[in-house]
C-alpha cells in the first residue's frame, strides 16, 4: 500500500496537491469563475490559506485568510443586500394576522418583529447547512437555481473529514462558520452563484477527510 | 441522588401531558387515514370483519393503500371502552408515545446504571421534542411501531446477560413489521446486525439465535404468504423511484444505458438517504407534508444541532456499548426504506431514527452543560433551553397548527356528518379531494353493514389483488359525488360544497338558498351548504 502510494505521488508532503485538486475538481468554482474570475481567484486562495491553517498556525497565514474571507463577506453584502430587520408589508401583515389567533398578551410575545426576523435569520442559515445543496442540486427539494456543486462521490470524504477534525481543527472550522453564516444577518439570495463564501470550508474538509483516510 | 427519584417522574408526567393534552381537540378534526383506523377497528368489534366485509385480514385494504393492522386490531380496546371518538382514536398513539419514552429510561438505565442526569438528558428531550409530540397526538401507526422498535431494542441489549430475551426481542421486531410497512425493511436488518456484531456472545448459546429467527419467520409467515399479492407490495410499488430511473426518466432524452441507470439508482438512492441527515431538514424545514409537520417547527428545536454534533462526536470516541451498537445501527439502517422511496424527507418512514439521534442529543447535552462550571448557571442555562423549546412548541403546535391547519387535518367533516345525519334530505357532498366518506362513516358511526354489503364475495376471495379504488359513494343519505347542475337542481337535497365548488353566481343562477357556512378555526369559510328549491330553479330538460 505504501508503495503504492509513492507511485501515485500523494505523500504527505504533497498536501498542497491534494487541496488544489479538490478546490478544482468540482463544478462550483467553474460556475464562479465563468461569472468573476476575481471572485474564483479570491476563494481559491481562501480555501488554500483555511486548509494551510488546519495543517499548521501561521499568523501571515491568518491574516491572508482574513482579508480574502473580508473581501468575499463584502462583496456578498454589496450583490445581495437583505437584512432580516427590513420585513415587507406581506411580513408585517403575517406577523399581525397570526398574533390573532393567540389569547390576549401571548399574541405580542409569540408574533413580534424580532422574533418574525430570528425566525428569518434561522431560515437562511439552515438553508446553507445543507449536504444535498452540495453534493446532490438540493435534490429531492430542489430549488430552481440549485446545480451540483461537488459530485455525490465526494460525500463520504467530506462526512469522514467532519468527524475527523481534531479540537483545533474545529476551533478552525467553527470560527470561520460563524462569521461565515453571520453574513446572513445582512444578506441572503438563492442565487445561480450559490453560498460561495462557504466554498473554501467544503474544499478543505473534503480535502482533510480524503488526507485522512490516505496517511492511515 | 435521590431527586432524581421525583425528577424522573416529572419527566414522565410532563411526556404524557404533552400527548394526551386537548388529544381530540388539537389537531382539530381527523384525516382520512386516522377514520379508516377507527371505522375498521369499530367494524371489526361490531361484525368481526373491516369495512369491506373481510374477516380479519392481515392487511387493510382501507382506501386502497392496504395499511398495516396492529394499529387498527389494538384500537379496538379503546373504541370498545371509550366508544368510537376522536380521542379513543389517538390515545393508542399517545400511550405508544408515552411508553417510548419509558422504555427508553430502561435501556439507558442498562447502560449507565444510576440514575442520574447522564440519563435525565436524553429523556427530557424525548419528552418535549416536536417529532415525538406530533406523531403521539395522531392516530399513526408508525409511532406504535416505533414503540416496538424501541421494546425489541431494550430486550436486545438485554440478551446479551440473558440470551433467552434474544427471542423476545425478535418476537418484537417481527410484530413492529405489522405495525408500519418500513419496519418490514428496517427490523430484520436491525436483528441480524445485532446478532452479527455480538456473534461471539450469542454463538456460545447457537440455540437461542435458531428459536429467534425461528419466531421472526413465523411472526412473519401471514405477511411472507402475501408477498405477491398487488395489496402486500402496493405502497413500494407506489412509492419507489426504479421505475421511473428504468424508464429513463432521469436522462436529458430518454435514453439511457445500463451503466447510466445504475449510476442514477445509487445517485438517487444517496439523495434521498443523506436527506435524512441534513441539518436543513432535522432543524429547520422538516417535512414537506403539512400532515406530517408543524408550522415554524422542524423534527428537532433548532439549538438540538449543538448537542447533536457534540453527542456524535462524543460516542464515535468512546468504546462501543450495546446501547450505542443499537444506536448506530438504528440511525444507519432505520433511512434505508425511505430512502428506496421518491418522497422527499418522509419522517413517518424514519422515526427510529429520530429516537436514536435523541438519545444521541441528549448524550451531547450533558458534554454542553459539562463546559459550563458552576451549577446554578448550569441548571438556569437548562431551563431556559426547556422554557425556549416548550414555548415554540405551544406556538407552533397548539395555536398555529391547530388553528392554520385545521382544514388539512379534516376539520369541518364533523360538522357536515352531524348536519347531514339529522336531516330529513338527501345531502349532495361535492368533494373530489379525500375519500370523505369515511370520515361521514367514522363521526355518523355508520353501521358497518351498510358498507360492506357493497361488496360480494368475489371481491372478497381476491381482496389482496383489489387496488384499483375508488371510494364509496353514498352513505345513507350522503351522496358524495361533483354537482350536475341540471338534474340536482331539481331534487329537493342540501348540496355541499367548498368554498369554490359553488360559486356565488351559480347559487343564484341555479336559485340555491344559503344554510350554512362551516369556517375553519382561522375564520376562513371551508365549506357552505345550500338547499335547493327545485319549484323555482328546475330547469324543464329541452325537448
Keep these: 500500500m505504501e508503495a503504492f502510494k509513492e507511485k501515485l505521488g500523494i505523500t504527505v508532503k504533497n498536501k498542497w496537491v491534494v487541496i488544489v485538486f479538490f478546490s478544482l475538481f468540482n463544478s462550483w468554482i467553474w460556475v464562479i469563475l465563468m461569472k468573476s474570475i476575481l471572485l474564483a481567484a479570491i476563494l481559491f486562495i481562501c480555501t488554500l490559506t483555511l486548509f494551510s491553517l488546519m495543517c499548521f498556525f501561521n499568523g501571515r497565514v491568518l491574516l491572508l485568510l482574513s482579508s480574502c474571507f473580508l473581501i468575499t463577506y463584502l462583496i456578498y453584502i454589496k450583490l445581495f443586500f437583505n437584512p432580516i430587520w427590513e420585513l415587507s408589508p406581506t411580513d408585517i401583515y403575517k406577523i399581525n394576522f397570526q398574533r390573532t389567533e393567540y389569547p390576549k398578551v401571548l399574541g405580542s410575545i409569540f408574533q413580534n418583529k424580532a422574533i418574525y426576523s430570528l425566525n428569518l435569520l434561522k431560515e437562511r442559515v439552515f438553508s446553507v447547512l445543507d449536504l444535498n445543496l452540495y453534493f446532490f442540486a438540493s435534490h429531492p427539494r430542489e430549488n430552481h437555481s440549485d446545480f451540483e456543486k461537488y459530485n455525490f462521490v465526494l460525500l463520504p470524504l467530506f462526512i469522514f473529514g467532519i468527524f475527523t477534525l481534531t479540537k483545533r481543527h474545529l476551533k478552525i472550522v467553527c470560527f470561520y462558520l460563524l462569521f461565515a453564516l453571520s453574513v446572513y444577518i445582512f444578506s441572503f439570495t438563492s442565487s445561480e452563484l450559490g453560498p460561495f463564501l462557504f466554498f473554501p470550508l467544503t474544499s478543505a474538509i473534503t480535502a482533510k477527510g480524503f488526507l485522512t483516510i490516505w496517511t492511515r | ?445 355508520v353501521n358497518p353493514l351498510i358498507l360492506q354489503k357493497q361488496y360480494n364475495s368475489v371481491f372478497l376471495s381476491d381482496y389482496y389483488n383489489q387496488t384499483k379504488y375508488s371510494p364509496t359513494p353514498r352513505i345513507e343519505n350522503i351522496v358524495i359525488r361533483p354537482i350536475y347542475w341540471r338534474e340536482d337542481e331539481c331534487i329537493d337535497q342540501y348540496i355541499v360544497g367548498r368554498v369554490l365548488s359553488v360559486s356565488q353566481k351559480q347559487a343564484r343562477e341555479h336559485k340555491l338558498t344559503e344554510v350554512k357556512t362551516i369556517k375553519s378555526l382561522d375564520g376562513e369559510d371551508i365549506f357552505k351548504i345550500y338547499k335547493t328549491n327545485p319549484n323555482v330553479g328546475c330547469k324543464p330538460a329541452p325537448i
Design chain 2, 1 to 445: 441522588m435521590k431527586i432524581y427519584k421525583f425528577v424522573f417522574p416529572a419527566v414522565i408526567f410532563l411526556a404524557a401531558f404533552l400527548r394526551v393534552y386537548q388529544l381530540d381537540k388539537i389537531p382539530a378534526g381527523i384525516y382520512v387515514d386516522e377514520a379508516s383506523q377507527g371505522f375498521n377497528a369499530y367494524s371489526l368489534l361490531l361484525t368481526s370483519k373491516d369495512e369491506y366485509g373481510k374477516s380479519f385480514p392481515i392487511f387493510f385494504r382501507s382506501l386502497g393503500n392496504y395499511q398495516a393492522p396492529l394499529y387498527t386490531y389494538i384500537s379496538t380496546i379503546p373504541i370498545h371502552l371509550l366508544g368510537l371518538n376522536i380521542f379513543s382514536l389517538r390515545i393508542l398513539s399517545a400511550l405508544g408515545g408515552i411508553l417510548m419514552v419509558c422504555l427508553s429510561f430502561f435501556l439507558l438505565k442498562k447502560e449507565y446504571k444510576i440514575m442520574d442526569k447522564k440519563m435525565l438528558y436524553p429523556m427530557l428531550l424525548l419528552a418535549i421534542v416536536p417529532w415525538s409530540i406530533l406523531f403521539s397526538r395522531g392516530a399513526f401507526e408508525a409511532n406504535l411501531a416505533l414503540t416496538l422498535v424501541v421494546a425489541g431494542s431494550y430486550f436486545l441489549v438485554t440478551s446479551l446477560e440473558k440470551p433467552l430475551m434474544l427471542i423476545l426481542a425478535s418476537g418484537i421486531l417481527a410484530l413492529s413489521s405489522y405495525a408500519y410497512p418500513s419496519e418490514r425493511v428496517f427490523a430484520p436488518l436491525l436483528l441480524m446486525s445485532f446478532i452479527f456484531i455480538y456473534r461471539r456472545i450469542f454463538l456460545k448459546n447457537t440455540r437461542y439465535i435458531f428459536f429467534s429467527l425461528a419466531l421472526f419467520i413465523f411472526i412473519l409467515l401471514p405477511q411472507l404468504f402475501l408477498l405477491t399479492s398487488s395489496g402486500a407490495n402496493a405502497r413500494i410499488d407506489n412509492l419507489n423511484f426504479f421505475g421511473e430511473i428504468m424508464k429513463g426518466h432521469y436522462s436529458h432524452n430518454g435514453l439511457i444505458n445500463s451503466m447510466e441507470k445504475l449510476y442514477f439508482l445509487v445517485r438517487e438512492f444517496f439523495s434521498q438517504y443523506s436527506a435524512y441527515f441534513s441539518p436543513k431538514n432535522l432543524f429547520f424545514a422538516s417535512d414537506p407534508d403539512p400532515l406530517r409537520s408543524i408550522p415554524h417547527l422542524s423534527v428537532f428545536y433548532w439549538w438540538m444541532i449543538i448537542p447533536l454534533f457534540l453527542g456524535f462526536k462524543d460516542v464515535i470516541n468512546k468504546k462501543k456499548t450495546p446501547l450505542i451498537s443499537v444506536l448506530f445501527l438504528t440511525i444507519f439502517l432505520s433511512p434505508i426504506a425511505a430512502g428506496i422511496t421518491k418522497d422527499p424527507f418522509s419522517t413517518l418512514r424514519t422515526l427510529p431514527l429520530f429516537w436514536a439521534l435523541t438519545i444521541l442529543a441528549g448524550i451531547g447535552l450533558n458534554d454542553l452543560l459539562a463546559l459550563v462550571k458552576k451549577t446554578s448557571a448550569r441548571a438556569t442555562l437548562l431551563l431556559g433551553l426547556v422554557i425556549i423549546s416548550l414555548g415554540s412548541l405551544y406556538s407552533s403546535y397548539f395555536v398555529l397548527l391547530r388553528n392554520e391547519q385545521a382544514d388539512t387535518w379534516g376539520y369541518g367533516y364533523k360538522e357536515i356528518a352531524s348536519f347531514a345525519f339529522t336531516s330529513d334530505k338527501a345531502v349532495l357532498v361535492d368533494d373530489p379531494r379525500w375519500p370523505s366518506y369515511i370520515l361521514f362513516a367514522f363521526y355518523g358511526k
